[in-house]
């Protein structure tokens, strides 16, 4: 099971813990303020376009929504977001992004450079590992939801450039571009997604086993858990066995 794989099946999973505690409205407000920068329509603003649909997603109230963006716009006050993309190694030479929202960029560079020495990582400087991975449209499928040869005419025609078997989900991957038209063809089928959204995929990945791949995962865990962090993207694979001895 590589880090990417482990990342992406699980993190539907998580994202319903999130949804329950408001965590998850908290980075997609934060992500809606970000896009909104570029321009409240969401018609000419294509990343402000697929945060709306994420926050539609998780049922966030149209209300939140156009506060958020107006908030982006400088039409309302709501304090300043900084995005910051942290780089770093983790247990075992794995290249490690974070994603942070913050509005206190000091605080939030001490606080992750800390859970990264914790956890048996250390941060990199800028471009240290981000060439190592690839922006790319990430959509998850539940396996049961719908097979193999009944995906693959769908996603491809609408265009997706790759189908993987991630063992109890299915990763469509997509240039960013398609990234709309892939969900909208999924939704116009009646497939439903565990999660959608433009992600960091690594190009290689590493294998990590014992003492390194349970640092590793706790690493993760550890940022993921992080009040700024919006999104955690790693290089690594570990066997389902070290994932569910840590669980």
Known sequence: MSGHSKWATIKHKKAALDAKRGKAFTRLIKEIMIAARNGGDPDANPRLRTAIVAAKAVSMPADNIKRAIMRGTGEIEGGQIDEILFEGYGPGGAAVLVNVAT?????????????????????????????????????????????????????????????????????????????????????????????????????????????????????????????????????????????????
Do not use: C
């Open 103 to 247: 509005d206190n960029r000091n605080r939030t560079v001490s606080e992750i450079r800390h859970v990264f020495s914790k956890n048996g990582g250390n941060l990199g400087e800028q471009g240290s590992v981000a060439w190592m991975f690839e922006r790319k449209s990430q959509i998850i499928v539940d396996a049961e939801k719908a097979s193999e040869d009944q995906l693959m005419s769908i996603v491809l025609d609408a265009g997706a450039d790759d189908l993987r078997d991630q063992g109890g989900a299915w990763e469509i991957l997509s240039a960013p571009e398609a990234h709309e038209a892939v969900l909208q063809a999924l939704e116009k089928a009646g497939i439903a997604t565990e999660s959608a959204e433009i992600a960091m995929v690594p190009k290689n990945t590493v294998k990590l086993e014992g003492k390194n791949a349970q640092a590793m995962l706790k690493l993760y865990d550890a940022l993921e858990e992080h009040d700024d962090v919006q999104n955690v993207y790693g290089n690594y694979e570990v066997d389902e066995a070290e994932v569910e001895a840590l669980a």
